[in-house]
């Protein structure tokens, strides 16, 4: 049994990463080298030259292939080992794994299967919001020493920002912990919708939108196994209707794709997108430097728990409270997909 | 069995440590947090939120105890929460392990029990040179990566400063070794008595008093389990009787805790103290100094000796020579006390 | 079983490496201390005092041997301790491991036995180049963190020039994967020539020597179990026959010492001598700084290649290529030899 969900799409990276070098990257504890050909295809394959073993990761990209840095032996996007320089004939079990991956809306999409070479079940997830107009996005991404789940807990309790974010996006802790929070599922997706009606607009919204002193947020996170959806956002106070889906106001649409490395590692692939008001057109830089200087706090705090899990050994077992019923419910999903897996 | 002594004071750290912020530290294989509450309590309790694993040194100090920096829940010095944000109830199982922690002479004391939750059996040690007029004290403190043993060996031999402490406190190393040497023993007690008449005064001895050409040197080593006090000094050769308890001349009182962090690390605080001459007055901050580097070198010493032990494996058993006696005496008094656990 | 080759000399360093401290090194699993004393001879003792386990390479040297840092224990180059300072009488197991090590030619050589004490049963390998005038050389060494038949396929194998060490020996990729290669194997001897006439001159090459456009290459290797000697070097084209025992040009020598230190970890101790052109006699140090820029490429692909093979657990079988030959001939021997020990 795998201790991951397999036949899923997983967030492998975003597509700007792939430049004229080959990256090495383990997913589900599986090496791979990602690179992009010459001649345009995007390939993931075994991150192991089958003749003495250097990493393909180390080596070149060429138009047909990678190559590898030791002794040349070219590789194609099918694993197969397409030249050994210096001898006429290629082995043919010259040849190393190939994975399916995808480009799609700017994020690289791998397919983790249960039998290798079958092909995708489904296409791999829509995120149209890096190809829209009316926002802007930046990208960034974190190597984590700590489970993926630790990370899906985080994201689905957003009551958090009042001790960990209070810099940049928390404000108030009690209005945080005493917001009016609603979880619903979906089959394998989960949603908690947060409403936090006259808040004081906290230091990363003042810096993108001229908010006065009140204003009237809200909190819409969506879970599925590969990565989380979380539309945050204002309006001032008084204005538009906060449930209302064409709402004006501040709009930071965040993508979190979170992709296990091995049981106790992971990678965090993120972007946030926000909408811009006609007097401050610039604040996409702004908002992202503020959203990477949040997502190192929490990167802090779950590292630090992780190595304390590990000290305790997990005893005695943790106490849950009100802010949990998202991150558990997503658990037991990713329990029952690790199952079929 | 533990590995430890139980039932036992030991160090824990110095008051001067406990600031706005908590501490982490492990005594004898248990995280633990210390902190002074806003209200003036002293507490140490597990190092582990029950809700989410992060530790509470992680977290912040309040009047009422310690707050965790994830979700705010608030510990009282009982180990009891007392607060869960945006949750009427606390759970009654919401709680963490509490140590007996005490401060005396501006030493922390914890309590290391059997069985947790029994009161201390007797009252901590007693240090009044801490606050006593005559003298002026600096501390320091060491994590070492090496068992604390090693470091009651090296404490209870000062045969050692001819070889390790040329620089400072050393002077001549066959006078150092062949100095005259008394071991004594009153229960869980070992007292090593070293006179070296006729010394040439070390460097340190030379910068905190105004020593000629010789002098009367005496080193006085105490150790019980939790702490080892070293009185060591000197006259001006041909003054007060090197033996004399009111002797007059240059005197360094050294306290030297040495608590077990785990079977392979523990801590080491130690504090000096040392009189003043009328015409040298502010001799301390310079004692101070040297001593730190007098450490330093002792540590680099016993850290390559367990590195080395490791190494090894343990294989040949130790020869024993003259300079053995105090230390062996010691670890028997360990092995006994160990039993007794 | 021993791991390794037994009864067997072994690179143990360079002459110029023992100066007045102590050097700490581990052959085979056997951690030494090497040292010279003051009256000139040379040691190898087990690197652990009989007393407290201190690293013996932590001490000092003098003219009878290597004295303990931390309470003054004198050994002699037989190991036997000779002085306890502070007791007159030396107990007789003090006494530590001894080694047989011998100076030839700038080298130390180490002879592992099978049972220790027993005389070496043959002379140390000659290297008379270090001690021909007609060279210059200069030594480097790496720690590697790989066994040492890695480094020996490496050496055996040099078609890698084209891929790994474009920007000093390499040249044309091409030219080295397809040049004429000869393998041969005399006892425990494998030797491989290779010839490349019609060559451009790389970079090394062209700055050592006045070559023209293009020259007349050779490479030939030749391994024994613990060291390779490789002779490179060049004619200008049209001029000394490539294979001529006495042709002119430039010519490198180089000396490979490999020695384990661990199952994944080793020692490489090399030298490069190289002939002087009237016209460019001072480019010794050219030739070293860019062999050691070479060496370091080499490290950088066989760590890489090592973590790699750990990584992937060795599976799937290695696939072999023509260039094959030498390396899998030394594995032969190695392993006949380990057997045998």
């Not at 947060?194 to 001229?210: E, N």
């Not at 906060?242 to 709009?251: A, L, Y």
Request: with cysteine.
């Amino acid at each position: 049994m795998s201790l991951f969900p397999l036949n899923q799409w997983y967030v492998a990276g975003f597509s700007s990463e792939l430049t004229d070098k080959p990256i090495a990257r383990t997913f589900l504890n599986q090496k791979m080298v990602l690179f992009r050909t010459g001649d345009g295809r995007v390939a993931a394959l075994e991150d192991r030259c089958c003749h003495r073993s250097l990493p393909l990761s180390c080596g070149t990209v060429e138009a047909g292939g990678v190559r590898c840095g030791y002794h040349g032996m070219l590789y194609a996007p099918s694993g197969q080992c397409i030249e050994v320089p210096g001898q006429d004939r290629v082995p043919t079990k010259a040849c190393v794994k190939a994975y399916h991956i995808v480009e799609k809306n700017h994020i690289l999409w791998i397919w983790m299967p249960q039998e290798l070479g079958v092909a995708p079940a489904r296409e791999a997830p829509d995120y149209p919001w890096h190809d829209d107009a009316r926002f802007k996005f930046g990208t960034g991404k974190y190597h984590y020493q700590a489970p993926w789940q630790l990370i899906h807990d985080n994201l689905l309790d957003l009551s958090h920002l009042g001790y960990v974010h209070l810099k940049t996006i928390g404000g108030n802790a009690r209005l945080h912990m005493t917001a009016d929070m609603k979880v619903t599922q979906d089959g394998d997706k989960v949603r908690v919708v947060r409403l936090m009606p006259g808040s004081t607009p906290p230091p990363t919204y003042k810096a993108a939108w001229p908010f006065g002193d009140t204003c009237d947020r809200w909190q819409e996170i969506e879970f599925e196994l590969s990565h989380l959806k979380i539309w945050t956002g204002a309006v001032e106070s008084g204005t538009d209707a906060i449930d209302d889906p064409n709402r004006g106001g501040f709009h930071m649409r965040g993508f979190h794709g979170i992709t296990p490395e091995t049981e106790e590692t992971c990678h965090y692939f993120w972007s946030m997108a926000s909408t811009r008001h006609p007097d401050m057109p610039e604040n996409i830089d702004e908002v992202i430097r503020q959203t990477a200087f949040t997502f190192d706090e929490d990167r802090a705090v779950i590292e630090a728990q992780y190595r304390n899990m590990k000290d305790f050994g997990g005893k005695p077992e943790w106490v849950d409270i009100h802010v949990d019923v998202g991150g558990n419910r997503a658990r037991r999903i990713v329990q029952r997909l690790v199952a079929a897996a």
